[in-house]
């Protein structure tokens, strides 16, 4: 079966408010990143993490190894934060496996 | 229920020889299809999207190429591979619109010797 399961697979969100994204995984990844994709396909890194913790502006980014999962959080959501995020991991190979994505929509 | 298939697998080949990487789509008409390349340790590029049959977007230049022949075919070759071509390639494809999931193959493991 997959390795990466993503939740929830659509999210909608009023301005200023948060919520979190989670990615499950079947066996123990070394490190995780999660990406936005713009419209044209292109996946923007925003998080990469080997453990811990991560926070950036509004974003932050949890990973346990151990516990095998991951979390993306959203606080004070604005409008311009929809789109969708994937999250991908890394096995004990080197290539990544990807969540088949939340999509984000955020209303006034 | 949607299915992507990507093949090969894994290839190894010889610098300088062609190659040609395949990924269908069944059970989704005129579905946006993607090509990513990921090189050994690094992240994920974008190569290549497309919306309908015979219209391919470039996003990198790698001298590669890529071509939709049929509404759920996606095609990426080369005739002349290089050594950075190594690395692991995935096919993706998406619902029209924007904003949508992707959902990826199972992805093709190139080794370049």
């Known amino acids: 079966g997959d390795q990466v399961e993503q939740s929830p697979s659509a999210l909608s969100l009023h301005e200023g408010t948060g919520s979190a994204l989670r990615c499950n995984f079947t066996t123990t990844m070394r490190a995780v990143q999660w990406f936005r994709k713009n419209s044209r396909g292109s996946l923007i890194n925003l998080f990469y993490?080997?453990?811990g913790t991560k926070e950036n502006g509004r974003l932050k980014s949890a990973f346990d190894s151990k516990e095998r999962y991951s979390t993306l959080h959203i606080r004070d959501a604005q409008l311009e934060d929809s789109g969708t995020y994937f999250c991908?991991?890394?096995?004990?190979?080197?290539?990544?496996?990807f969540g088949t994505g939340t999509k984000l929509q955020v209303v006034p | 229920a949607q299915t992507i298939h990507q093949w090969p697998v894994a290839e190894i080949k010889a610098v300088g020889s062609p190659l040609s990487l395949g990924c269908t789509i069944k059970g989704k008409s005129s579905p946006n299809l993607y090509w990513y390349w990921q090189a050994t340790g690094g992240t994920l590029q974008q190569l290549f999207y497309s919306i309908t049959v015979g219209q391919v977007e470039s996003v990198v230049q790698l001298n590669l190429s890529a071509s939709r022949p049929k509404d759920d075919q996606f095609i990426l070759s080369t005739e002349k591979l290089l050594l950075s071509h190594s690395g692991f390639y995935l096919c993706?494809?998406?619902?029209?619109?924007?904003?949508?999931?992707?959902?990826f193959g199972h992805g093709t493991k190139l080794s370049v010797l």
């Open positions: 993490l080997a453990s």
């Open positions: 993706a494809w998406s619902l029209r619109g924007s904003n949508e999931r992707l959902f």
């Open positions: 991908a991991a890394e096995d004990s190979g080197t290539y990544q496996r």
